[in-house]
């Protein structure tokens, strides 16, 4: 298939206020308030807009109080990690970056971690398991897309299990990492190269993405 019949889309994964320094007690990643205008170079390389939020109660069993407490194992089934309270609904974390449309002028949005016992990293699948779809991968298909470009935050969680994802779902997948930010360096380099081993294609540059979304 050729790139004249290629339907592509762009992912925005959870690009909210929470994780970047316009929320410093959240989970404020390093320039993560830098990659709107990323995403919407994303979006215009592809015919469909996807996005996703993370929407969670400040009462789920793995919120913790104070960042050293994070990142401990939980016990849980569907929650592995400990973190503090982030992207509560009807707060400022909870909004998209001010440079993205508005949920409901997107494709196809997803809201993820509803559910108090829920805190999924991909957009794709409610739980852990990859049990419960989101619905994302199925609307894809519907429509007819071969080729996703994802971007978001953070780039060493949500982001890379999304591309995962959707790369196990058989799609061609590109992370456009002027559209990403990690919460560390080590994590980034970790996550391209389980992104990389899994062949997906990651682009450092405008013009590389525009490049592998012509091919």
């Not at 929470?18 to 007690?25: A, V, Y």
């Not at 970056?97 to 409610?126: I, R, T």
């Not at 779809?133 to 470009?149: D, F, K, M, N």
Request: glycine fraction near 8%.
């Amino acid at each position: 298939m050729n790139s004249q019949t290629m339907i592509t889309a762009s992912f925005d994964v959870d690009a909210q206020k929470s994780f970047t320094p316009l929320c410093p007690d959240e989970l404020p990643v390093a320039e993560g308030d830098r990659i709107g205008g990323e995403l919407n170079f994303m979006a215009s390389l592809a015919s469909l807009r996807i996005g996703s939020k993370d929407a969670h109660s400040p009462q789920a069993p793995w919120v913790v109080a104070e960042p050293g407490q994070m990142l401990q194992p939980t016990g849980l089934e569907h929650a592995d990690l400990t973190w503090v309270s982030h992207c509560v609904p009807g707060t400022e974390g909870f909004k998209l970056l001010d440079e993205l449309p508005a949920p409901h002028d997107y494709d196809y949005f997803v809201w993820k971690g509803v559910e108090l016992e829920l805190h999924p990293y991909g957009a794709c699948y409610h739980d852990l398991r990859g049990k419960l779809s989101t619905g994302v991968i199925e609307y894809l298909a519907s429509r007819g897309v071969q080729r996703v470009i994802v971007g978001g935050l953070a780039l060493d969680f949500c982001v890379k299990t999304t591309a995962l994802q959707l790369a196990a779902a058989g799609l061609q997948v590109i992370v456009h990492l002027p559209a990403c930010r990690a919460i560390s360096a080590a994590g980034a380099a970790q996550a391209i190269e389980d992104m990389q081993q899994a062949g997906i294609a990651v682009a450092a540059t405008r013009e590389a993405t525009a490049q592998l979304a012509r091919i």
